[in-house]
């Protein structure tokens, strides 16, 4: 059974803070490794990495996979109140083509 | 751009009650897609489909029926609901298979 782990699973910290959120996956026929914010509503596409070691950017925010070592990373930077949110990490299964989600990293950035 | 969109939004059911969620794409997306979010949980796929006419069962679909009949729709239905499909539901669709999937704001539901 395809299996994905977020850690930590829920943080505060301060504006201007670096966030750091951890997921690991065991993945019977790996292809991707996507990344989603949820705010409220609908989970909203970030990343989606499919080779190791490149970094992916957008704005404060980067990703980078390790196929070897089958985890992720993703990175805030100078974190603002707004980047509150639950951050879901998805491993995709080619064979199926299911992504296989983790419970969420929680991240509450106070003022 | 509307996206994926869901309807209703909330929705309280009685117990042995059946309902239809809806869900509908203008993307021309091939992939569609139906989870369920629990609290503190990530989430669960009930049911998915690769295109007009043709759907799966995913890894929680009892209780649970689809069909679809067009590439744009793609509803849910419980038949006999029970307190344990109290959840929010969100649909999903992707272009294609391995392609990102796009979310709807969900459909949250109580059975009492």
């Known amino acids: 059974e395809d299996k994905v782990v977020q850690s930590p699973l829920s943080l505060v910290v301060h504006e201007g803070d670096t966030v750091t959120l951890n997921c690991s996956y065991e993945?019977?026929?790996?292809?991707?490794l996507l990344w989603y914010k949820q705010e409220k509503k609908a989970p909203t596409f970030l990343f989606m990495l499919?080779?190791?070691?490149i970094e992916k950017k957008s704005g404060r925010l980067s990703s980078i996979l390790d196929k070897k070592e089958l985890f992720s990373i993703l990175n805030i930077t100078a974190t603002q109140t707004g980047d509150s949110a639950v951050y879901l990490c998805?491993?995709?299964?080619?064979?199926?083509?299911?992504?296989?989600f983790g419970k969420g990293n929680q991240v509450v950035v106070i003022p | 751009n509307a996206g994926v969109t869901q309807t209703p939004k909330f929705r309280i059911l009685k117990i042995g009650q059946s309902m239809t969620l809806q869900c509908t794409q203008d993307?021309?997306?091939?992939?569609m897609y139906w989870y369920r979010q629990d609290p503190g949980m990530g989430l669960k796929l009930i049911y998915y489909?690769?295109?007009?006419?043709?759907?799966d069962k995913g890894e929680v679909p009892n209780g649970y029926n689809v069909s679809r009949s067009t590439t744009e729709d793609f509803p849910l239905r419980l038949e006999l609901a029970a307190p344990s499909q109290t959840s929010v539901y969100f649909c999903?669709?992707?272009?294609?298979?391995?392609?990102?999937?796009?979310f709807g704001d969900g459909t949250r539901l109580s059975i009492l």
């Open positions: 489909s690769v295109g007009a006419g043709i759907t």
């Open positions: 499919t080779s190791s070691g």
């Open positions: 993307m021309n997306h091939n992939y």
């Open positions: 998805a491993a995709l299964d080619y064979g199926n083509n299911r992504l296989a």
């Open positions: 993945v019977t026929n790996f292809r991707s």
């Open positions: 999903a669709s992707s272009k294609d298979r391995g392609q990102p999937q796009h």
